[in-house]
């Protein structure tokens, strides 16, 4: 945030010594191997175990892998074989290589976060490094990763794709971007962006000046999706990396694979409490012949709302990507905290972009919060208390994705103000250049 990172770069000058980015790198190691070790400790002598249950969900379909047989015999699993035949060593060296696999990948998402922001010629080092320890150092991602879940590997794999767009390298993003949506399904909201944005003008449809009265919109949204050189190499990279992966392990684990990996999560409609708006609509028709109906239709918001964005901030993707993400997350039938990891891992690519108070951004932190908070209480009293608190589960969970909401008001108002800055900085620099 524009006046936050003033504010905390003024703090920091008057620091003896700043961090390089391989520094906080190593510390954002070390504290993870930190935890995986304490986790160790704790799961050998405490009731209430430190690692992940999809952590043993992962290792025992590697040692299904390992047997020869299909990783989806393991209940539950149900993720790309890909991830299983990577923790393989799980069964072979030690039961932590998997844990090892996803801190390494935790924190080379924060440098590359470190990378991309350095890409922007207004972002100084010491901002590129504050921004990416808001990632090193966040406990959520730390705690996450230590435990053993995988949502590292696609933090890792999104940044590696906006890296790869923003330096022009358009192969190796269609590749990343294949591989992004083989392991999950989400990045494929993407696409749209990163396709306008290939091979474009660098003005986005809605700022982009009309000539006379010859350029309508209909004119202008053709441009906007005409299949130039760049844009087909994206599309037929992508699309071949995808089928390639997605074909193979068809052949090795067929209809299993498909099912488990993705129509499963296309289908899903679970009627466990969530955050989701749509969770208390769903629970109550589980059993009815629309409820399938009702979990598809639950899909067209999204799909108007990440369009709408694709069209008017693909120019700024790292700000695209974020704001779809976050729409994706809030506005999908099931959600759940570690979805909430998939735009954290955004949010500091974009914090130097935002004219914001610390005071306004931690009014918003706090609201992200408490909204948690209330539908932990609620899930707390269903889950250990046994009492029927559904209706007040989803009444918890319209007040958090009405605070979402909110919260990304204020962030588009915060670049929106920041933009309007930076261009009249720039047309007082024009004036005077013509002046003088």
């Known amino acids: 945030m524009q006046v936050l990172l003033t504010s905390t770069s003024q703090k920091h000058n008057m620091l003896p010594i700043m961090p390089s980015i391989g520094i906080s790198c190593m510390l954002g190691l070390v504290i993870r191997l930190t935890l995986v070790a304490y986790g160790e400790w704790q799961d050998r002598t405490m009731v209430v175990k430190y690692t992940d249950v999809d952590y043993w969900v992962f290792t025992d379909a590697a040692r299904y892998i390992t047997q020869g047989e299909s990783p989806y015999r393991r209940a539950t699993y149900r993720y790309t074989p890909l991830l299983a035949w990577l923790l393989t060593p799980n069964i072979h060296l030690t039961p932590i290589f998997g844990k090892l696999i996803f801190i390494i990948c935790d924190v080379l ?10 890409l922007r010629k207004t972002v100084s080092d010491k901002t590129a490094v504050i ?3 808001l990632w090193l150092c966040n406990p959520l991602p730390m705690t996450v990763s230590s435990r053993g879940n995988a949502e590292s590997i696609m933090a890792m794999l999104v940044l590696g794709t906006l890296y790869a767009v923003l330096k022009k390298r358009t192969v190796m993003c269609a590749i990343l971007l294949a591989i992004s949506v083989h392991v999950k399904i989400y990045p494929a909201t993407y696409a749209l962006p990163l396709y306008f944005l290939v091979g474009s003008s660098g003005k986005s449809l809605a700022r982009r000046p009309i000539r006379g009265h010859q350029r309508s919109i209909v004119g202008r949204t053709f441009d906007l999706f005409w299949p130039n050189a760049e844009r087909l190499c994206l599309v037929v990279v992508a699309a071949s990396v995808f089928v390639v992966l997605t ?3 068809y052949y090795c684990y067929g209809w299993d694979f ?3 990996t993705y129509l499963y999560h296309v289908t899903r409609r679970d009627v466990r409490h969530n955050f989701s708006p749509y969770f208390y609509m769903l629970y109550l028709t589980a059993e009815s012949s629309y409820s399938f109906v009702l979990g598809l239709l639950a899909f067209i918001p999204q799909l108007v709302l990440l369009i709408a964005v694709s069209i008017q901030y693909y120019v700024d993707i790292t700000f695209c990507c974020f704001v779809n993400t976050f729409l994706f997350v809030t ?3 099931v959600c759940t905290s570690q979805y909430f990891l998939w735009y954290l891992c955004l949010l500091p690519l974009i914090v130097p972009q935002l004219k914001m108070k610390i005071a306004d951004a931690v009014e918003l932190t706090i609201m992200w919060f408490l909204g948690q908070g209330a539908w932990l209480l609620c899930a ?5 208390e046994g009492r029927n608190t559904f209706l007040a589960i989803w009444m918890a969970g319209l007040l958090f994705f009405a605070i979402n909401i ?4 204020r962030i588009i108002v915060a670049k929106q103000e920041h933009t309007s800055d930076i261009e009249g900085v720039k047309g007082q620099d024009d004036s005077s250049d013509k002046i003088s």
Do not use: D
């Not at 998402?109 to 350095?118: E, N, P, R, S, V």
């Not at 707390?380 to 250990?384: K, N, R, T, V």
């Open 109 to 118: 998402a924060g440098y590359f976060i470190y990378k991309i922001l350095k």
């Open 131 to 133: 921004c990416s320890l």
């Open 247 to 249: 074909g193979s392990m």
């Open 258 to 260: 498909l099912q488990e």
């Open 331 to 333: 506005f999908n039938k």
């Open 380 to 384: 707390y009293y269903l889950e250990f």
């Open 406 to 409: 909110y919260i990304l008001h």
